[in-house]
């Protein structure tokens, strides 16, 4: 019997929906920062075995009050969850306070697939905290079972996984075997270097950009040595903002181009030559347009 099914993964910003999917999968799908709303897209991972196939899906952090469209559509995202989840893991930590009249709460309540609550970061909880959080839920949602872990150490992420397996139903492959995700290259390039730019820069400003990847050319050396030549766009919301990513005398940008280049290249497996170029897009999280080019 061959089994397979989406599970898809929500909560709130930064309680490590991203970790526990690249935990899970067992490769870097989504990007990883300290900070919130780091993940803007929908993004599945794919884990395949000769007997199963599971896509998980990451989720934005759902967003209570939005202030501009681009955070709509990220929201979009997570309620397409609810629409096509064959199971759904629900992710929080201890910092995480919700009432029961919560959007997400009462979703998860009509939610007729199985479903799972997942406490994170139980390296970071006393067993009490973590005993008392899984009591409270379960009287709120009809959870189908309750998993303490620590998605970054790995601690009970099998568990969930043998968990996840023993509830999904026989069907075929969605997928090639050897399929990871379903996105390209170029995404996880643009997603590298946003990473890197949600790193080095402060406040606002990692919120403002959006990468684009423009050119992608592989080629040879003289020495017959593969080199990836990749030019990204940088675009900011104010003019303002352009001298801050660029720094004074380049340094900032040139500092951000060194160490996405470096990870982008362990990613190919290649040399990369990278060029990255800051443009002015005005507003671009409000603009209906601009964002649906930009994918959302």
Not at 158 to 165: D, F, H, M, W, Y
Request: charged content about 30%; overall charge neutral; some cysteine.
């Amino acid at each position: 019997m061959h089994k397979s099914g989406f599970i898809n993964i929500v909560g709130r910003p930064n309680v490590g929906k991203s970790t526990l999917m690249n935990a899970l999968v067992g490769e870097r799908m989504s990007i990883i920062t300290s900070k919130p709303q780091t993940t803007r897209h929908r993004i599945k991972g794919i884990l395949s075995g000769d007997d199963f196939q599971l896509v998980f899906s990451d989720t934005p952090g759902f967003i209570g009050e939005t202030h501009y469209k681009m955070q709509d559509s990220m929201n979009k995202f997570v309620s397409s969850t609810f629409e096509d989840a064959d199971t759904m893991l629900f992710v929080l930590d201890k910092y995480d306070n919700y009432e029961q009249d919560d959007p997400l709460v009462k979703r998860l309540k009509n939610l007729t697939v199985p479903k799972f609550l997942v406490i994170n970061k139980i390296d970071l909880s006393t067993q009490e905290e973590t005993q008392e959080l899984i009591d409270k839920w379960m009287t709120w949602v009809d959870f189908t079972g309750a998993y303490p872990i620590s998605a970054l150490n790995k601690l009970g992420t099998e568990g969930l996984l043998n968990e996840i397996l023993k509830n999904t139903k026989e069907g075929p492959a969605y997928y090639p075997k050897d399929q990871l995700t379903d996105r390209s290259e170029r995404f996880f390039i643009s997603e590298i270097i946003r990473e890197n730019l949600l790193e080095q820069y402060k406040q606002e400003i990692p919120y403002a950009c959006q990468i684009v990847i423009d050119s992608f050319k592989e080629g040879k050396t003289v020495g017959e040595e593969k080199i990836t030549r990749i030019e990204a766009h940088i675009y900011v919301m104010r003019k303002s903002q352009k001298p801050i990513v660029i720094g004074k005398g380049g340094q900032a940008i040139k500092k951000l181009g060194i160490s996405a280049r470096y990870d982008i290249e362990k990613f190919l497996k290649s040399k990369v030559h990278l060029e990255l170029v800051v443009k002015i897009k005005e507003n671009w999280r409000d603009d209906d347009r601009t964002l649906k080019h930009f994918g959302y």
